[in-house]
């Protein structure tokens, strides 16, 4: 079982730039695909960045290309997202998520997702 833990949330003011980290605990990490989403609130969860086992191949979703880059340290059991030119439609609870499906490098879908985090809050200003 994988433990993840968000951190780096927080208020910012538009075109800013905020680091999240995600801490997992256990010796496999490195076994685990990782993704972040996020939740606006009365918005359904949705998609933001993978990175796949070796962090080799990342995905975005079209609305963070160019500005967000999900990153990982299989060393330090932990995955980053950073995220630059914040917008205000960026404000939303982020979750980082553990994936342990050997079909496809990279997912993108929630409920192929085995672990979830308890979340961070980013707030960004207009």
């Known amino acids: 079982q994988v433990q993840l833990v968000e951190s780096g949330g927080g208020l910012v003011q538009a075109g800013g730039s905020l680091r999240l980290s995600c801490a997992a605990s256990?010796?496999?990490?490195?076994?685990?695909?990782m993704g972040w989403f996020h939740q606006a609130p009365g918005k359904e969860r949705e998609f933001v960045a993978a990175?796949?086992?070796?962090?080799?191949?990342?995905y975005y979703a079209d609305a963070v290309k160019g500005r967000f880059t999900i990153s990982r340290d299989n060393a330090k059991n932990t995955v980053y997202l950073e995220m630059n030119s914040l917008k205000p439609d960026d404000t939303a609870v982020y979750y980082c998520?553990?994936?342990?499906?050997?079909?496809?490098?990279?997912?993108?879908?929630?409920?192929?997702?085995?672990?979830w985090g308890q979340g961070t809050q980013v707030t960004v200003s207009s």
């Open positions: 998520a553990a994936d342990r499906h050997p079909t496809s490098v990279v997912d993108t879908r929630g409920f192929l997702y085995d672990y």
């Open positions: 256990g010796r496999t990490f490195s076994m685990y695909k």
């Open positions: 990175i796949s086992r070796s962090g080799l191949t990342t």
